[in-house]
Structure formats: C-alpha cells, structure tokens
C-alpha cells in the first residue's frame, strides 16, 4: 500500500481527533516503524488495516464509516499528485476509466502499486455498475473515492455497495442531478 | 503535555522524512542510469541509422551506374543486330559477307543473352531463390569440353591458353557441374578480357582426396586489379573503377554471382593480383562424396 494513503490517514485523525489520539492508535496498532510513513513509500497493507481497526475501536465509529469517509477525503489529495486526474468529464466515464487508463498511468509511476480490478459491467448515462474486485476487501474506501471524485466533479452521486461474492463486491453508481 | 511525548512526534515525523529523502536518492539515481542508458542507446542508434543510410546511399548510386552501363550494354548488341539485319533485309549481298553479318548478330544476340542471364541470376540470388543441385556426372570430360569453348575466345586475342588437371582429378563427380561451369566460364572470360593480346591465360583443376576438395585456379598475366580496388570488384555492380567500365565493359554483376555461388556451394573464394602483374581467381568446395566407380584417366 502506497504510503500516501497512510500520510494523509494520519493528516485526517489529526485534524478531526487530534494529535494525543493519534499517538494512541499508534501505539496500539504496534507499527513497525512507529508510524514513521513516507507518502512515496510502500508498506503492507495489513499495517493499514491495524490502524484503521484501532482508530474504529478509539472513536466508537464503524470501520466501514471510516473507511468511506477517509476515501472522500482522499479523492482531492490524489489530484494533487495525480495530474492526469484532474480533466472536464463525465463522472460515470471518470469511473469507467479507471481500469483502463487510470490504474495504466498510476503503474508507469509506481510500478509496485497494489491496484483493485473494476470490471464495468452495465453503463447508461445516468447510473454505472462495475466488479470491485481486490484481495483486501475494502470496498468502502473505494465509494468513499467515488463520491470524493462525485465532489470534485460537482456532479452528485449515490454510491451502493452490493453482497460480497468471493473476492467481488458489485458497486453500483447512479447520477442524483 | 510532556516534552517526551512531543520529542516521539518529532522523531516519526524526522524518520519519515529521512526515509522519504533516500526514496528520492534511489529515484534520483534510477533516473540517472535510466538516462545514461537511453543516452548510449541513442548514439547506438544514430550511428546504426548513418552506416544503413550510407550503406543504402551507396547501393543507390551503385544501381544507378548500374542502370546507365545496362543501358549502354543492352542498346550495343541491340543496335548491332538491329542493324546488320537492316542492311541485309536492304541489299543484296555475297554469301561471304552475309555470313560475317548473321556471325555479329549471333554473337550479339548471345551477349544480351548473357547480360539478361546474369541479371536474372543476380536478382535470383538476392532473393534466395537460387537452389544448387548436385548430380552424378563426368564432370572431367564437361569441364574439358567447355575450356574448347573458351579456346577459341582466347585465341582471338592471341592468348596463350593452357587447361590442366592433377592426378588424382577423378573422372565422375557429384557436384552442381552447370554452376561450376558458371563460374569457370566468368574467371575465364575475365581473364581473357583484362589481359593483353599475346599473354597467358592458365587454367588449373585440382582434387584433394584426402581433404576431398575441388579446386580451380585461373591464373592470367593481364592488368591486375589496384589493391584498394581489391574487395570493391564482388560487391554487385561495381567494377575496379569507373574508365574499367567504359573500357572493358560489362555489367558488373559476373563476379558478385561468382562469390554468391561459391558460398552456396559451401565453398571458398581463392583471389590474388597485382596491379600490371595479373590475378589469380579460383575456389575450393568440398565435394561430398565420389561415386564408387572412379575411373581414373
């Protein structure tokens, strides 16, 4: 896992429960580096999970919640270091693309990156359904970069998470405007 | 809040940014090499590019030359028989001098015929479309008939012309005779062509049986080819230079099929001269294997 995504977890704990508690899902997540993440770096994923399950357990909010909420907050930050993002388009194409351009780019830059598959399975112009598939299941941080992206876009989205089947989650996303 | 608790803080946030900074280093000299790699690719490149440039630029004005001498040595026996049987069709005429007319065209006729072939040889051969079939025959006897043929071009030139064999020269062979022939006939009439009235034209077959070779040898004492001009003459339709052409004649191409022929063969080319002294062209290829009935001569 990229250590961005670790970077700008920690920039969001801070920001919304402070440093002390920060220190404390460190601490309680037993790090090997003692939460010393460089944005460019990479770092197991399963450190990610620890973190993530600790912070649920010290604010009382639910790892799905955090994960979705952390995702929106991600979108933005992304951009930023992934110009390529950041274009005039249609949110549903956006998402569409993401299989066969975005993740492409993201790999010339980091060819280590641990990518989930989106495999769009229906497409209209209003609603998108596509095959989240990924080894690490967090289908939620993948909405929560969908409606940070519908945000971006400033085009409204809903984002439903279907029934788990083996490795794959159907997401379906339907334009609200 | 404790100061210890502040120095933690600070010790993540300084460890992270040390490893970030190596991360860049690594990056920063993965990109150097990637650089220096793509540099010397590059040259590597622009240097490939020039010698194919030159190398096709070369072959280019090669064809050209090629193209106006072809002209020139179409167009001669052309007009020639064009000619004569004009005058013929026009005039009555003594059976003496009708013969001497029908002899110039059929010999004219018989040169564009050998350009024509070596044209259609040339380009056979730069397709690899060129097969060599080896077959049993008296090759002895076809070689020593054929050197009559060349006799009598020599002895136009007044060239002394001698044809010999070594001992153990065997009577039956399996070989591509028609090729063999091909080349004997280009060495000869090279050397005829490129040696003065009243020299010496020698012609030399030899077979090892131990090493089971057949060799030629046609040795002249003509004009010899310039040093510098040496490797030029096998490349296709150069010849040792440009006043060679318009002097002497000829395509061009007769050596370069030579070479290309003894190569498919699986042999080699044998090729000494001086300048004004005269050349020795020839070749060695191995014979695969001798019919039982050697009839020795």
């Given at each position: 896992m990229k250590g961005m995504v670790f970077t700008e977890l920690f920039e969001l704990v801070e920001e919304k429960f402070g440093y002390d508690l920060l220190d404390e899902v460190i601490d309680a997540s037993h790090l090997e580096n003692d939460g010393s993440y460089a944005a460019t770096g990479s770092y197991p994923f399963e450190e990610l999970l620890r973190i993530v399950l600790n912070l649920s357990e010290k604010t009382n909010i639910p790892v799905p919640t955090l994960l979705e909420v952390y995702g929106e907050h991600l979108f933005p930050k992304l951009i930023k270091v992934l110009p390529f993002l950041d274009k005039e388009i249609d949110i549903l194409d956006f998402i569409d693309s993401v299989e066969n351009y975005i993740h492409v780019q993201v790999r010339k830059l980091y060819p280590d990156a641990e990518l989930p598959t989106f495999e769009v399975t229906s497409k209209s112009d209003t609603s998108l359904s596509f095959n989240y598939v990924s080894?690490?299941?967090?289908?939620?941080?993948?909405?929560?970069?969908?409606?940070?992206?519908?945000?971006?876009?400033?085009?409204?989205?809903?984002?439903?998470?279907?029934?788990?089947?083996?490795?794959?989650?159907?997401?379906t996303v339907t334009k609200t405007s | 809040m404790s100061d210890a608790k502040w120095i933690r803080r600070l010790e993540r946030e300084r460890n992270a940014r040390k490893e970030a900074e190596n991360l860049l280093e690594s990056k920063s000299l993965e990109l150097w090499d990637l650089n220096q790699s793509l540099e010397a690719t590059i040259e590597q490149r622009t240097a490939d590019l020039q010698v194919a440039l030159s190398s096709a630029q070369k072959a280019n004005t090669a064809k050209d030359e090629f193209l106006s001498n072809m002209s020139h040595e179409i167009r001669t026996p052309l007009n020639a028989i064009i000619g004569f049987v004009d005058i013929m069709l026009k005039k009555e005429m003594p059976q003496e001098k009708r013969n001497r007319y029908l002899g110039i065209i059929q010999q004219s006729g018989k040169n564009l015929l050998r350009i024509i072939n070596d044209i259609l040889d040339f380009s056979k051969i730069q397709s690899g479309k060129f097969s060599i079939f080896r077959t049993k025959s008296d090759l002895r006897d076809i070689l020593t008939n054929n050197c009559k043929l060349l006799q009598s071009q020599a002895?136009?030139?007044?060239?002394?012309?001698?044809?010999?064999?070594?001992?153990?020269?065997?009577?039956?062979?399996?070989?591509?005779?028609?090729?063999?022939?091909?080349?004997?006939?280009?060495?000869?009439?090279?050397?005829?062509?490129?040696?003065?009235?009243?020299?010496?034209?020698?012609?030399?077959?030899?077979?090892?049986?131990?090493q089971k070779n057949l060799e030629l040898r046609v040795k002249d004492n003509g004009i010899g080819i310039d040093a510098k001009a040496q490797e030029k003459i096998f490349t296709p339709f150069e010849q040792e230079n440009a006043s060679t052409t318009k002097e002497y004649g000829g395509t061009g191409l007769g050596l370069s099929i030579s070479l290309s022929l003894i190569a498919l063969m699986d042999g080699e080319l044998i090729f000494e001269s001086t300048k004004g002294e005269g050349s020795v062209f020839g070749f060695t290829i191995p014979i695969a294997s001798i019919p039982d009935t050697i009839e020795q001569t």
């Open positions: 080894t690490k299941n967090i289908p939620q941080l993948a909405k929560g970069l969908i409606l940070g992206a519908a945000k971006h876009f400033k085009q409204p989205v809903d984002v439903t998470i279907g029934d788990a089947q083996d490795n794959k989650f159907l997401i | 002895r136009k030139k007044d060239i002394t012309f001698t044809v010999d064999f070594n001992e153990t020269f065997p009577q039956t062979i399996i070989s591509d005779d028609a090729r063999i022939i091909q080349i004997l006939n280009n060495f000869v009439s090279n050397a005829i062509k490129f040696t003065d009235n009243n020299g010496t034209v020698n012609v030399y077959f030899s077979y090892d049986a131990v």
